[in-house]
């Protein structure tokens, strides 16, 4: 069972939907203000009428504060867990955000067509998902040429201390096995993306690629 079904999964989503609590929560436990990771979802209301956006895993919704009512994107918001996603149809409904599709998947299997999406955002997935690397190839074959992802991972080997507590994570089930920085430019290069920017704050890297 996805850990994230159960209260790990509402008690993470209550501190990771207030910003000003994730700051602090996000320094912590990982040495990082997560302020990459706010500023990048903007890019999202940015997008131009008729763009596609994969949110993948989109957990509790916390990227939906990028989008706007109204705007005429198609929105796919893709988790494993249906806990989840049904917090995320609450934030929609909330907000009124009636362009979001709900689609229960594995990100290593993702159940859309190849190059379907202008922008891929992948925050704070990788390192829960079992197979990073393939759901890094997966995402990258849904996106276009030319498209982008955009994301945030943690990473071991950055910070000691959020080492030991990625290793408890870990072992409790909530993590996957993860990797390095070094992991994540080679699952993003094997995969099909070039022009990588990877930015560290404490254990968490911001990340941005595109698809060739
Ligand atoms: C830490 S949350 C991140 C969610 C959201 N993007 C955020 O930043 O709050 C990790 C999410 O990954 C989901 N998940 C775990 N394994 C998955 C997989 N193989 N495919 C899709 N989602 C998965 C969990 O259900 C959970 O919602």
């Known amino acids: 069972m996805n850990l994230f079904d159960t ?16 700051r602090v929560v ?3 436990l990982w040495g990082s203000d997560m302020s990459a990771m706010y500023r990048s ?21 916390v990227a939906l504060r990028g989008l706007r009512p109204g705007q ?29 599709e709900w689609i229960e998947a594995s990100a290593e299997a993702l159940p859309l067509p190849d190059a379907t999406a202008d922008l891929a955002v992948a925050y704070n997935g ?9 759901a890094v190839a ?4 849904c996106v276009r040429p030319g498209g982008r992802l955009v994301g945030t991972a943690i990473v071991r080997g950055e910070l000691p201390r959020a080492d030991r507590l ?9 993590f996957g096995p993860g990797g390095t920085r070094g992991d994540l430019e080679r699952w993003l290069a094997e995969a099909g993306f070039v022009d990588l920017r990877l930015e560290a704050d404490g254990a968490v890297i911001a990340f941005a690629a595109s698809r060739t």
């Open 166 to 174: 990625i290793a408890a994570f870990a072992r409790e089930g909530s």
């Open 126 to 134: 990788l390192h829960c998902f079992a197979h990073p690397a393939a």
């Open 41 to 61: 979802m903007r890019q999202i209301g940015e997008l131009p009428p008729g763009a596609t956006v994969l949110d993948v895993p989109c957990g509790g919704g």
């Open 72 to 100: 005429r994107v198609r929105y796919l918001a893709v988790d494993l867990s249906p806990a989840m996603l049904r917090r995320a149809a609450r934030v929609a409904s909330r907000e009124g955000l009636r362009q979001v």
């Open 138 to 141: 997966e995402i990258a074959r």
């Open 26 to 28: 996000g320094q912590l």
């Open 7 to 22: 209260l790990a999964g509402g008690l993470y989503d209550a501190y990771i939907e207030r910003e000003r609590v994730a």
